[in-house]
Antibody, heavy 123, light 107 residues
Framework: QVQLEESGGGVVLPGRSLRLSCAAS????????MHWVRQAPGKGLDWVAI????????YYADSVKGRFTISRDNSKNMLYLQMDSLRGEDTAVYYC????????????????WGKGTTVTVSS | EIVMTQSPATLSVSPGERVTLSCRAS??????LAWYQQRPGQAPRLLIY???ARATGIPARFSGSGSGTEFTLTISSLQSEDFAVYYC?????????FGQGTKLEIK
């Protein structure tokens, strides 16, 4: 079955960097777009970024554009989120989620979600 | 960006009742609308996509309807495991946006 496992979260100082990882298994990873979605403590869901199945197209929320970079390694079935210039408002649980396959990824929902990894930005 | 507005924010209901949750988009999203359920301490789970199609393994008591800017999620007979937070989300435009959520609590 489809499994997603996030890692890399932790406590980080404001202005520093962190890289999150998402290990995928149980499906043909290279054929599917992938999302990052976050949830601040006690708040709702907040979409962060998407990468297309081959990594050639990426979209970001305005709040992270220029600071976060989504990427993937299809040879390793891994998704990444490089987070730079972190701020207190980036404190959240970060989830990776599957998107659509090659022909439908542009208009597609978040299908399967991982359990999340927690990022705390604090001095 | 498209703003998604859910109502009500909280709904107190009894097991066995029928409930309807609403979601409104600030502009048309066609049928590119999904609903997710999030139980306490868990990741979100896809319930409905395409405004009305149930995801794999979702019980028939969950149904979705609507198109354009107005959408509803109906749970025909609430079970104990349905008390959770429900989010709508549009996937018509970038950035993808979620509603603020509706929390179903036990009356």
């Amino acid at each position: 079955q489809v499994q997603l496992e996030e890692s890399g979260g932790g406590v980080v100082l404001p202005g520093r960097s962190l890289r999150l990882s998402c290990a995928a298994s149980g499906f043909t990873f290279r054929s599917y777009a992938m999302h990052w979605v976050r949830q601040a403590p006690g708040k709702g869901l907040d979409w962060v970024a998407i990468t297309s199945y081959d990594g050639s197209n990426n979209y970001y929320a305005d709040s992270v554009k220029g600071r976060f970079t989504i990427s993937r390694d299809n040879s390793k079935n891994m998704l990444y989120l490089q987070m730079d210039s972190l701020r207190g408002e980036d404190t959240a649980v970060y989830y990776c989620a599957t998107g659509g396959s090659k022909s439908v990824w542009y208009y597609y929902y978040m299908d399967v979600w991982g359990k999340g990894t927690t990022v705390t930005v604090s001095s | 960006e498209i703003v998604m507005t859910q109502s009500p924010a909280t709904l107190s209901v009894s097991p066995g009742e029928r409930v309807t949750l609403s979601c409104r988009a600030s502009q048309s999203v066609s049928s590119n609308l999904a609903w997710y359920q999030q139980r306490p301490g868990q990741a979100p789970r896809l319930l409905i996509y395409g405004a009305s199609a149930r995801a794999t393994g979702i019980p028939a008591r969950f149904s979705g309807s609507g198109s354009g800017t107005e959408f509803t999620l109906t749970i025909s007979s609430l079970q104990s495991e349905d008390f959770a937070v429900y989010y709508c989300q549009q996937y018509s435009n970038w950035p993808r946006t979620f509603g603020q959520g509706t929390k179903l609590e036990i009356k």
